[in-house]
């Protein structure tokens, strides 16, 4: 029940958000002025004010004040020398508790008005001991788990849209280039990420943030250990056939070991998404993509046809601070060749 509340509640803030974001497109459209443009400034957040202690004994009358012959006997603790002593071995036993779930940037929406689906763009966070993870893998693996949990046929769709792209140099850098780093031999290499995108009609926009976290609660979900038939075992057969590169070089690492491969996959997956994902709202494609994969995304996934089909608040969401005017890519842009 209490995750049911959570949900209705997740979806009256993207009613909100859907409304808000189309008022201000429309707004926008309007607007000539070149200033950059905040895609994502679209719902106005209650003002709160800090008011002084002046200020607040004007509005509710004085505070009571302390009678100057009340001594509080528990302030004593504070002279005590074990005080301070106390506090850093109790500070030191209680580090400070981080959210080590997995990033889930998501940009969006674009609103196609021809087609008339609004979509978004998911890009998997670093997957660090679950690199073997791939598109294909991942495509065909959630598609199943999905379909057996018998998700309706429109929140499986996205399943057939994962992709595996090189991230950009520099985060929302204006040079369009993969980030190129040395790997262990000296070689150079491209640093890669995860994504898929998840569409749905204009008109059912309201819900569609809640259908996407159900789908990522259930992807998380079938990651993790489990006794019977565990991802080790799945992934590996899938390596054996698709992925030689990746399947020689675990081989490797285990002496042959095939049953200590399996384990493994299972063990260093179930690490990295036991403890969830954090929904990372309000992000730019341009912060991990180089520009032929905005582009490619834009055209083979949200079905635009040209750059005139894009609106300024959505090219500000391909492109954090675009201002109107500012010169685009070639619509037609060709993919970087990877030179060592």
């Given amino acids: 029940m209490n995750q049911d509340k959570e ?28 200033a950059k443009i905040n895609p994502y400034d679209s719902v106005k957040q209650p003002k709160y004010s800090i008011k002084t202690q002046t200020e607040n004994m004007t509005q509710f009358g004085a505070a009571k004040k302390c009678k100057s ?32 779930g997995v990033d889930m940037f998501l940009a969006g929406p674009f609103r196609n008005e021809n087609t008339g689906f609004v979509h978004w763009s998911i890009v998997y966070g670093n997957l660090h001991s679950a690199w073997m993870l791939k598109a294909s893998f991942m495509s065909a693996y959630v598609k199943t788990i999905l379909t057996s949990l018998t998700f309706k046929p429109e929140d499986i769709l996205h399943t057939g849209s994962y992709y595996e792209f090189n991230i950009r140099n520099v985060e929302f850098g204006e040079q369009s280039k993969w980030r190129r780093v040395k790997k262990k031999g000296g070689k150079i290499g ?3 990420r995860l994504s898929f995108v998840f569409s749905c009609k204009i008109s059912e926009e309201a819900n569609a943030l809640i259908r996407l976290r159900k789908i990522l609660d259930k992807t998380y979900w079938a990651m993790k250990a489990r006794d019977i ?31 200590a491969v399996k384990k493994k996959l299972t063990a260093n997956i179930d690490s990295v998404f036991k403890n969830g994902y954090n929904l990372k709202c309000h992000c730019h ?22 750059w005139p089909d894009v609106s300024d608040v959505e090219r500000a969401i391909c492109f954090k601070g675009y201002s109107k005017g500012k010169a685009l890519p070639d619509w037609n842009i060709q993919e970087e060749v990877f030179n060592e």
Avoid: W
């Fill in 7 to 34: 949900y209705e509640e997740l979806a009256n803030i993207d009613r909100l958000q859907a409304e808000a974001d189309y008022n201000k497109r429309s707004a926008v459209k309007k607007n000539t002025d070149a």
């Fill in 69 to 100: 012959d009340e001594i509080d006997p528990n302030l004593d603790i504070f002279q005590d020398e074990s005080f301070q002593a106390s506090l850093m071995a109790n500070m030191k036993g209680s580090p400070v508790k981080r959210n080590v």
């Fill in 190 to 192: 491209t640093v890669s």
């Fill in 229 to 259: 038939n565990p991802i080790g075992p799945i992934l590996f057969d899938h390596c054996q056939k698709n992925e030689e590169r990746i399947m020689a070089f675990l081989m490797k690492g285990n002496n042959d070991n095939v049953d």
């Fill in 285 to 306: 494609l341009n912060q991990f993509m180089v520009d032929y994969d905005i582009l490619r995304v834009l055209k083979d996934e949200f079905g635009y046809k040209s």
